[in-house]
């Protein structure tokens, strides 16, 4: 049995359908650039979470502990769209907010 929250709605199908694993066909030359994201039941989840701002360009915070695949997660989504870039902005509690905004500057742009 799953757990509730592996549940999503399909508007395809017009029901409630469970997230399943999904792991990619590749071997260890194809890490040369960045590894594979594992579609997980919590990554597909993140990002049907993350996709309704991703596509209409909103602004998030996405916040995790080290080493947790924010970036890898992000890149990915990102990659999958055309004319994206990504800006990282690391922060830890001695990260002020006008650090914040002057990395968020150098990189993007303002409409």
Partial sequence: MSAILDTYYSERSQRLE???LQVPDCNYKDFSERPPLISTCD???VRDLLNPW???SEPFVLVGPEGSGKSL???TMFKELSSTGVAVVHCSSETSPRQVLQ???QFCRTM
């Fill in 73 to 75: 997660l992000l890149q």
């Fill in 43 to 45: 990554t597909q989840r």
């Fill in 54 to 56: 991703i596509s209409k």
């Fill in 103 to 105: 990395k968020l500057l």
């Fill in 18 to 20: 469970t997230y399943q």
